[in-house]
């Protein structure tokens, strides 16, 4: 009977991983510091492409993709270096919640068709990014 209470106990109460809510909080501090950065460098203006998250967004998507690929696939297991590098600094370092913001702004100035192509291109370009770099690292370990 102990072991079951045990059990259930452990169940619903998780452990919370120290090592590894640390390594997401120091990638995120230098993918957000990153983000930033880049987005006050190259501010957009009203009615024109926000290059900047576009660029941010699928240079970060390429990185995940190359990054989870090289992780699981090619370097010696570790508990750490996912959280670091995929959750923190690439989760970080994309900007989701920043792309629905110009969006609405988007369309709140009618430039539906901005709107459209952003949204399209974002995610299309997105998709392309995890794919290429994630086939570039089983190609070049196929080559290896």
Not at 18 to 45: D, K, M, S, W, Y
Not at 71 to 87: C, D, F, G, K, N
Not at 103 to 130: E, F, I, N
């Amino acid at each position: 009977m102990a072991t079951q209470d045990t059990t259930r106990e452990s169940a619903s109460n998780p452990r919370i991983d120290r090592p590894e809510l640390l390594a997401i909080a120091c990638g995120g501090a230098l993918g957000a510091l990153a983000r930033v950065t880049i987005a006050q460098g190259f501010p957009t203006n009203p009615g024109q492409w926000p290059w900047a998250t576009f660029a941010v967004n699928i240079a970060g998507a390429a990185m995940l993709g190359y990054l989870v690929t090289r992780l699981q696939e090619r370097l010696p297991v570790s508990t750490l270096r996912r959280p670091l590098l995929a959750t923190g600094l690439c989760g970080a370092l994309t900007t989701f919640s920043t792309v629905q913001i110009e969006l609405l702004k988007m369309a709140d100035r009618h430039d539906y068709g901005l709107a459209v192509a952003y949204l399209t291109a974002s995610v299309l370009a997105g998709y392309v990014a995890v794919f290429a770099s994630s086939a570039l690292v089983r190609r070049v370990r196929a080559l290896a």
